[in-house]
């Protein structure tokens, strides 16, 4: 179990305050606009930046002094970080070696990781002419292989399309019994992995508890961010809105997904998003009902 205990961290121009939360063995979520300092927690949970205040425990054990290879944690960065004179296997192998596993055991446990993440294909590429899921792979199985005590994950998605991005996304739901704490900006991700979720904005844990906390945001700032409309301080979900024939509102704009269409609405005044398959053109006159409304604290 990890635990964090009135974290603050001042670095650059990043300030963690206060951030307090814990999770078992369960993958835990941390979403948050970019710049909002969710590298900088991730890096004091990995020993590479050390806290101005707080405690970071692991299975009982105060970690928050210790150096980053006394913790038995697997980390993988958003640069992947491999080595580029090594090939597949020699990168995937490299902590084993370090710790002088004996051969016998290093070629198991490097067969074993490589066809759960489904690369025992490219044990012998050199690592520059992988591609980046290929990449990222490579980087779990490395950090994975080592059976760490938890798994930490800095935007492991980010530099993929969208093709690839979904093929990571089933490699990473394979990760069963160890504690995963994975950072991202993108909700889709938080909604498809997240047991925990924790919403991070500008150097703060403003809402922490199940996948939930994403259908009901408390306050504004949280709607905000997770692309609520906000109406005389009630919260409406894009996909909570029917349009209608009328005239209350006009159509500003439409951007057509194939299965839905997104736009956006001058609603009395105010600007609106909404989700639809309906036949919707920019200047259509229009009515808006909502399905569900959620008081903001």
């Not at 504690?179 to 919403?199: F, N, S, W, Y």
């Not at 909404?274 to 036949?279: R, S, V």
Request: glycine share 6%; hydrophobic share 40%; charged share 25%.
């Amino acid at each position: 179990m990890l635990k964090v205990e009135n974290l603050s961290k001042n670095w650059k121009e990043f300030k963690l305050k206060n951030i307090s939360f814990e999770i078992g063995k369960e993958y835990c979520v941390i979403i948050g606009p970019s710049g909002a300092g969710k590298s900088v927690l991730l890096k004091c949970v990995a020993g590479i930046l050390k806290p101005d205040n707080g405690e970071i425990t692991l299975n009982g054990e105060d970690i928050t002094n210790l150096p980053p290879e006394k913790r038995n944690v697997g980390y993988v960065p958003q640069n992947y970080a491999l080595f580029p004179n090594k090939n597949v296997y020699k990168n995937i192998a490299y902590g084993l070696i370090v710790r002088k596993i004996n051969k016998c055991e290093i070629e198991r446990k490097v067969k074993e990781i490589s066809e759960f993440l489904n690369i025992s294909h490219l044990l012998d590429r050199d690592v520059k002419t992988l591609s980046g899921g290929e990449q990222q792979r490579v980087a779990l199985a490395r950090a994975l292989i080592l059976n760490p005590d938890i798994l930490l994950l800095d935007e492991p998605t980010s530099a993929l399309d969208t093709k690839i991005k979904e093929n990571i996304i089933t490699e990473l739901k394979k990760i069963k019994n160890i504690p995963v704490l994975h950072i991202t900006h993108d909700l889709a991700e938080a909604r498809t992995l997240g047991e925990k979720i924790g919403i991070f904005i500008n150097g703060e844990l403003i809402s922490f508890g199940s996948k939930k906390i994403l259908k009901h945001p408390t306050n504004k700032k949280i709607a905000e961010f997770l692309g609520f409309n906000i109406i005389n301080n009630m919260a409406i979900a894009p996909e909570d809105i029917i349009i209608s024939k009328g005239d209350e509102g006009e159509v500003l704009n439409v951007i057509d997904y194939g299965l839905y269409k997104k736009v956006l609405i001058n609603y009395k005044s105010t600007i609106i998003k909404a989700y639809t398959q309906k036949d919707v053109k920019i200047g259509d006159k229009v009515n808006l009902h909502f399905k569900s409304m959620l008081k903001l604290n």
